[in-house]
């Protein structure tokens, strides 16, 4: 079980490996194929962590990766 999870985990970070290490809003949105709306809506309803520099919103590249890993099925 735990060699399945750690291939899952892998995968999905290699997924995301050509994204900076801090998101801008654009890229959530390209990386999970969302609207600007949708975006803003995880972030403020807390449901991917990020922080604010002046009015701009950043996410770290992690909380996307495990926002994505809460949606994996693994077979136990």
């Known amino acids: 079980m735990e ?3 750690d ?3 892998i995968n999905t ?7 900076p290490d801090i998101l801008s809003i654009e890229d959530l949105q390209k990386a999970l194929g969302i609207g600007r709306n ?3 809506s995880l972030i403020q309803e807390n ?3 990020s922080f604010k520099i002046g ?3 950043k ?5 996307l990766i495990r926002y994505i890993m809460n ?3 693994v077979e136990v």
Not at 59 to 63: E, F, H, Q, R
């Open 7 to 9: 291939e899952i985990e």
């Open 13 to 19: 970070i290699k997924m995301f490996e050509n994204y």
């Open 59 to 63: 996410i770290p590249k992690i909380n």
């Open 3 to 5: 060699n399945n999870i």
């Open 55 to 57: 009015r701009i919103h």
């Open 47 to 49: 449901i991917i962590k």
């Open 38 to 40: 949708q975006a803003y």
């Open 71 to 73: 949606f994996q099925n």
